[in-house]
């Protein structure tokens, strides 16, 4: 009797913890999604980069930039702005300049 109460024990104690750890995932996602706005507004706000074509990436509080920049410049800055985000821990800047 005493080791089913155990195994019991066992399994429910397993199943808080695989939920806590889907919470924390989840949680992480938010973050990003967070986070890639935040890069993308920012970038926005940035008049030399606003008409640009940009994507915004987001894993692991880890930032992607792609696409086309008019200047290499431009590249420079939006990697700037990107890094200056509260929570991104390092920015892949993958920027290429038009016609370059």
């Known amino acids: 009797?005493?080791?089913?109460?155990?195994?019991?024990?066992?399994?429910?104690l397993a199943a808080f913890v695989s939920a806590g750890a889907y919470a924390q995932s989840a949680d992480e996602s938010a973050d990003d999604a967070q986070i890639r706005g935040e890069v993308q507004k920012q970038i926005d706000a940035v008049p030399s980069l606003r008409f640009d074509n940009i994507s915004v990436q987001t894993a692991d509080h880890v930032v992607y930039l792609g696409g086309l920049v008019d200047?290499?410049?431009?590249?420079?800055?939006?990697?700037?702005?990107?890094?200056?985000?509260?929570?991104?821990?390092?920015?892949?800047?993958?920027?290429?300049?038009?016609?370059?």
């Open 71 to 100: 200047t290499r410049v431009d590249v420079d800055e939006a990697a700037r702005v990107a890094a200056s985000v509260p929570g991104v821990t390092k920015v892949y800047n993958d920027l290429a300049v038009m016609g370059g």
């Open 1 to 12: 009797m005493a080791t089913y109460r155990q195994l019991t024990g066992l399994v429910v």
